[in-house]
């Protein structure tokens, strides 16, 4: 009988992956250099650099989808606090 190497209903786990500054600094580069309106660019760029000022902010096991979405809540908090 032969044995599966892999247990049935459990995903993969893909490694986790912290991010530094270079390659945050990469990524910005590929997005800011596939738009071509100067007005896209300074829109993402100042999107960019404030996600990178919150990421660095304090320390992050790794990037991730719930990371993406903490990030998103709090722009929405701020931003909610801006307007009154």
């Known amino acids: 009988m032969m044995r599966d190497s892999k247990k049935k209903g459990k995903k993969t786990r893909r490694p986790k992956m912290k991010l530094g500054l270079p390659d945050l600094d990469q990524a910005k580069s ?10 896209s660019q300074r829109g993402y760029r100042h999107s960019i650099d404030e996600f990178v000022a919150w990421y660095c ?19 929405h908090t701020h931003l909610g606090a801006r307007q009154e």
């Open 30 to 39: 590929a997005v800011l250099s596939s738009l071509r309106s100067p007005e």
């Open 57 to 75: 902010s304090e320390p992050r096991l790794s990037f991730n989808k719930t990371v993406a979405h903490t990030h998103l809540a709090h722009t």
